[in-house]
């Protein structure tokens, strides 16, 4: 079993930073992409970056130069440095990993974590 446990949301004022984490845990064999979404009430589920086993990162238009995606490949965790937040920012946001175990790769997403960001 694969557990993907998010932390670090909250509330912050515009401009302010949140540095977001997923850890993951179980019996994982490799982990290759890490990713972060977030989904807005309202309005569909969006990639806001991604990063490689290798090291290989990408960025929605909208967060590029304000947000910073990173990984503890030995802890199996990934990061999501947010600065100069705005309203349009509040979310909630999820992790994703691409998982092997044992012969098998498959997603697994996490439980979300709120991201409020006050005007």
């Known amino acids: 079993q694969v557990q993907l446990v998010e932390s670090g949301g909250g509330l912050v004022q515009a401009g302010g930073s949140l540095r977001l984490s997923c850890a993951a845990s179980?019996?994982?064999?490799?982990?290759?992409?890490m990713d972060w979404y977030r989904q807005a009430p309202g309005k569909q589920r969006e990639l806001v970056a991604s990063s490689t086993s290798g090291g290989t990162t990408n960025y929605a238009d909208s967060v590029k130069g304000r947000f910073t995606i990173s990984r503890d490949n030995a802890k199996n965790t990934v990061y999501l440095q947010m600065n100069s937040l705005t309203p349009e920012d509040t979310a909630v946001y999820y992790c994703?990993?691409?998982?092997?175990?044992?012969?098998?790769?498959?997603?697994?997403w996490g439980q979300g974590t709120q991201v409020t960001v006050s005007s």
């Open positions: 994703r990993a691409n998982i092997q175990r044992w012969a098998r790769w498959n997603y697994y």
């Open positions: 179980g019996s994982i064999f490799r982990i290759n992409d």
